[in-house]
């Protein structure tokens, strides 16, 4: 087993994940009844006077968005929120004492949002069975965008909870940077139905072509090639990984 997972990676990797199940009501159930009601709200509005892809209905268009989106926010949050109160309250000093190196703190973290990104993004495609049938023409296409998706955005985390040192400096990290890139990547919307500038406006966005690959995996239809957005998304997740663990091997605001 290489040592960036050994017995240091493993007890962070099952404290972390017990940190959210404890209180899995507000940090697994509580992502998916808000999206539930995103999909009340937007699925009663607009089902009948919106189809995309073609013949494919609002609802089952608008289901697999709003899963990835919470998979994105949810990791996000995982990790951001664990190391900003550790370093408030000061028991991070519990983690950075024992001799871990950067790569088991790094893993420990992003695989534990991987994880709760998957429970919440799974909980509301199930959700979503009830309202609509929902095709999976390329099921491995969608883990595959959850996956990536997740450990991009809880490696996000891990930098935005290194470099806060507030709630509020977080808060303005998730507000101002997180939620606008997600929401303006074609979760609530195919970008075919954009003017010509805006489409290109939304291919700088990295969040859109996870979502627009996640779907893929639904519908075997999307927006761009699928393999483009495979590609894009790697990248940046190579390059937000590589930012984290040199940040943590620097031991920048943690051990300095």
Known sequence: MPECFGA???????????????VAFQTVA????NALLFLLIF??????????????????FLIPGLAIMS???????NSSSSLIQSKVTGNIVFVLLPPLSHQEFFWGYALACVVRGLAVGLGVILVGLVFVD???????????FAVIGSLLLGSLGIVAGIWADKFDQLA???????????????????????????????????????????????FG?????????????????????ALTLALLARGYKLRQ
Do not use: C
């Open 221 to 241: 239809q999307a927006d761009t090639n699928p393999w483009v957005s495979l590609g894009v998304s790697l990248a940046a997740t190579a390059v937000v990984v």
């Open 134 to 144: 929902l095709p999976l023409a390329a099921p491995l296409w969608a883990l595959a």
């Open 8 to 22: 240091g990676f493993r007890t962070l990797f099952y404290k972390e994940v017990m940190r959210f199940w404890k």
């Open 30 to 33: 509580a992502p998916i009844l």
């Open 172 to 218: 303005a990290f998730q507000n101002f940077l997180v939620m606008p890139l997600t929401m303006l990547s074609g979760v609530f919307y195919s970008i075919a139905a954009l003017p010509p500038f805006w489409q290109k406006v939304s291919h700088l966005n990295p969040f859109f072509f996870l979502i627009d690959g996640f779907r893929y995996g639904f």
């Open 43 to 60: 699925s009663n509005v607009l089902d009948r006077h919106v189809t995309t892809y073609g013949e494919v209905p609002y609802t089952a």
């Open 71 to 77: 998979v994105l926010q949810n990791a996000f949050a």
